[in-house]
């Protein structure tokens, strides 16, 4: 809680239409005040201050402000008609961070609540202030401070997790968007990403309902509700804006193929999910409504991929795969692009990490195991591809994984299923909570929000969390044969992943490093990822004065500084950011000029020692 | 789209300067509800309107949080920096991405670096210093807003073009034996005629230099002068600047254009040539301004009769160190003498009014500090406790106002604050030592600020004989000047443009540029940069050279950005392009000293530099204190290179540079 406070100092919102004649008193105008125990006078002396000088300023530069700073705080501002959200920060916070903050707790409310204005018009504003604070407090909690620099997702270290079981998951996700409503997914384990489909973004706002429902589910007095399904799944309205539904829309899911294994009962949606071909991917790609800055790298990173991935999948005709250029013939030993990766365009880059958790092939016993952009992606692929095709014929049947360990693990699963719904009964599901505004738009001129239902189905620590259409709900068939196809591999996953240790993280080595990946949204680090990972510490003050300085300067690759106790290298590609420290060695320099200085050193060094992390810096 | 705004804590507008697209973007928003030709005025009303209530919500967080705005980003990248000194409150605004955050912070630091060499310790009474800034004649003001106005375009066209004052260091002109023989022509000839002079009005040259554009030639300081401070001198070649603008950069039409509009009433005689560009520096949007520009123009007009003297000195307050302290803003006289177009002659004069100045100080200082101490909750002696006691103050304070006379109106009202403050302070019946003092303290210091006004601010009356060395002895000063230099004018000229060049330096492949500091003596090192079509240099000429400048200047701010932060060395890959800066410190020997802790400042703290807060001689300070009875040398060095070199050669280059280029044998051009 002590970090909490720290990172956030202040957040409010403040309704300036509620506050326009001169007698109105501005607490009229206060939404939500964060900290809430704060006392009113002084939460109006903020809004109002506030609020007055954004609107000044606002009107003399035409554009609203962005960024206010104090001597003590600094605050992220974001204003849209009469609202005014307001974020502060201590003033050591990456002022981009404070941003991306506010910009993530903005989008996320609206995500689970529609439009900002109806939803203020149809809840109270102690419903809403709830709500608030528990965003907020999901966005703040339990991440080291590199975490918070870089917004990245929280993810299992995959280093320590056998990468059949990341395969295993993906595959799940797969398996579940055969049906035609369901849009894309994630897996979570303990608050943390197993595998996602969707973009960071997305599967960041998705994982607040996930911690919501875990907070829920530890409690007895869990309202309790049973879905058709019997068992720990719950649904809730959530809202996807035009951009994001277009990009979970466009994954081409061969429906030709899908076709005789679902019946169509989505008759508009058949006209955007018809089959599609690499090519006409990339034509609907180019044409499709222009995507915010922030995604057009995953639009054009993960669609191809899951093209790419999909097309093996369920492609009858081989020679179709083959003659893909990116695509190597299913049983190639070693990709033949496999060296020429990381030269490759960014997207190309991309493509393949985008899916690192998932992808990992184990098929033959001598295949190396990297961490992360592996090599053999779409060997573990193709294998799928041979293994699963004749079992895909129905959602419903149980994945049969080829392999030694799956004959086992099937009825140990088939045990932990029959505990697990037993238990369930008694456990939350929130089923059909009604939306609470169809179809809102919060004004002409901004792009429509579009409800969709998020469907959860809870395996203890772990959570499938889809994307559906509403009316999957409904559809109880659909919504069995999901549940049914996914139980038993949940039930496996869960299990796996449970017994593996929390781990140390990896051997700290003489030497700090943290790796982001800016597509995925990801970090890899060795420094101790503890909450509250002191922000005071040289790695994490030069790493987020560096990152800072990446996001200002767009032809700047690389950087080393130095002060009289840390050197830090600081390297980044369109795709992501490394930085690296080496411990010990003598500090002791004059700062002059010396080509022997240790600090100049770094950047070979980073390019050796995090190699074996899955960092290539070559 | 800039401008720059100084208001007292009532909203009151002290100063402002626009340039042409922000005030048409205040016109614009404020013409639908105004009515056109109401002249100056009216566009005074407009900003201080609309800036209102950002000014009075700035007072109110200070009241109430005890925390005050520091700047404004909006989504189009505006920028609006906000600093408080005392009472008054800038406020810096950049519209056009054509200024950082850290750059308008320190125009602000700069601007009031300016006013305090113009108003000196006036600018330590919020009080006098507002009714300085904004006389009550409209005319008056009128002139004084144009004058500040102009310098602070000088300083602006200056920082944006010189790599001296982006790195605020002076740069010498490069020539040894005739820096050499100026130096002592200087001291033998010319200062020494000067002083022994009886033309000179009981005036005394402490420093005299010669400047070549911005560059030094040649600088004397008398042997019974203090250094004159980097900050301070840097300051004097703006102002020099400001009243002899050099054209160097006639084919750049910006400075141009920047330089006609205001210096009509300080240049000699009124060129016509001024009042022409003037007209055509005014662009077509601003047609319906012209009543308000020809209006100001008359103005002006009306005050150019008689035109000033220009023989008259400008007042500057400078700091002095002497034994017994540090004295800020001490007035000094100071003569700028043409010798031709681009070279300039400066003279400083100690005025034999001088040690009033110094007693004010220290009855400042004593008074400052005692309101500090009382405020702090200290009481009785502890509170009266400091180097210069209360009653060391008592009898001196008594012996200053009986030397001052009681003749005039502002020794009077000093004598009877003073007598109350020492009635409430040492009688029986008093309050003594406590928090209700502190009022009469202020007010002391106010009524000491108003006798400094007094004795160096205002011109004598029109009867007496202005304290000045004489038209005749300046002019010969000017012609003794002009004969030693004649053959070397146009050399200089030249010299000033291509200092040193990269040529010079073939044993060095791959560097493209290079700037070394000196931050112990302010001095600075660096090839020529030129930017425009005419002159060719060895980085290309027009777009190829503007692109390399412009990637010098981000590299110094963001070199500065990370010296901020605690971090001397930096090397950036950017581009096709390598950047390294190294900051060091070496005693006196040369030893290079161990890198030391710097420290880390807040992003709103003063800006890096030497100019308008020194913080290498911070630095210094701060870094001594583990190097007693050593004298430290503080270095700077930022190289550019080509991407494609080996970092090893890079940093071999560097080390060359920083260890060669103070070692005048060693270097080809010293």
Redesign the interface.
Known sequence: MAELIRRCSNFFLYDGSKVTGEGDPTREGICYFYPEETPIDKQE??CG?LA???R??????????????????KYAIHMKDDFFWALGCS?EVPTVSVCELLDQLIKLFCFYNGSIRQSYQLNSRETLAARWARYLSHLQSGSSELHHIFSCLRTIDSTNVDPLLLLKAALILQACQRCPLVLAGCILFRGRVVSTQMSPELTMKVMVHESETYTKAQKPNGLSSTSSSSAAVCSTTVFLTMSELQYLQSPPVDKDLRSHSTPHKDGPLKKTRLSRTLSDMASTESDSSDPGPSQSPQKMSFSPCLSESDNSLFSPAPSQSAADPLHPPPQSPEPPFSNGKHSHEAEEEALEQSYYQSFHSNGDGDSQIHNKGDDSVFEGNSHFNGGGREGDTACGTVFDFRGGESGNEESHDDKELVGDSGRAQGQTAEVGDPPPCYGAFDNPEESPLIPMTLYLHRVKGLVLALLVEPHFLSDTASMEEVYHSSLASLNGLEAHLRTISPGAPGAQGPYIFAHFDCIQSTLTTNLSGRPGGAPEHPFV??TS?LHL?FCN?E???????????A?VYGTRSVAQETYFQQHGGSL????????Q?S??SL?SKARHRLLKHGVNLL | MKCLLIASESAEVLFHWTDPEFQQNIQA?YGASQEEGQGLPAFEDSIST??A??II?CS??VD??G??????????N?I?VLHQFDECLYIA?N?DGEEGEDDLRRKIYVMKKIIEVLFGMVTLSSNLLRRELRPQDTEQRARLWKHLQSLLETYSHLRENDQSFLVEAVERLIHPTLCEQCIEFLERRLVQQLNSSVERAREEVLHAFILVHTKLLAFYSSRNASTLATSDLLALIIMAQNMYPSNTDLDDPGPEVRNTNNHSFYTPEPSPTDRDSNKRGSTPVFEFMDPDIQMAEDSLQTLEVPPPDPSTPRRVFLEISSKDGLYPMMPHSMYCLPLWPGITLVLLTKIPTNNVAASVYKYLEAFAKLEKRLSEGQEGSAATRGTLTIHDIRSKLDKFIKALGPSDLQSAQLQNVWTEFKNRAFARGGTGFNKDLIPWCKNMKTQLCGIYRQCFLIDSGPGDIPQRLSPGLQERAQTMVQEKLMDWKDFLLVKSKRNITMVSYPDFPGLIHFICVDRSTGQMIAPSLNITERTTSELGKGPVAQFIKSKVWSLVS?TR??LR???????????DFYF?Y????ENETGY???????PIL???SAPIGMLAWDYYRKLLRYYSKNHQGEVVKCYE?LTVHLGVIP??II??H??Q??SKLWEPSRNPLL
Request: charged fraction near 20%; hydrophobic fraction near 35%.
């Open positions: 002396l903020l201050q007055g000088v954004g000044c300023v606002s009107e003399l530069s035409s554009s609203p402000v962005r960024i206010l700073r104090l001597r003590r705080n003033v003050r030069a004065l300085h300067t032809t700047l690759q690389e950087a080393i500084i130095r002060s009289a106790g050197a002791r320099n004059s700062g002059i000029p010396n080509h200085d600090a100049f950047p | 928003q609309l800036f209530p950002i919500s109110t967080m109430r949080l925390d005050s705005y520091t700047s404004f980003t909006t989504e189009n505006h609006y605004v519209g963001t950005r990370f932060k605690g971090y001397s060395t930096v090397t950036l890959r950017d581009g390294c190294f900051l060091w410190f290079k000293l161990e890198a030391g802790d710097i807040p992003d709103d060095l970092t090893e940093l071999q560097c080390r540079l920083a």
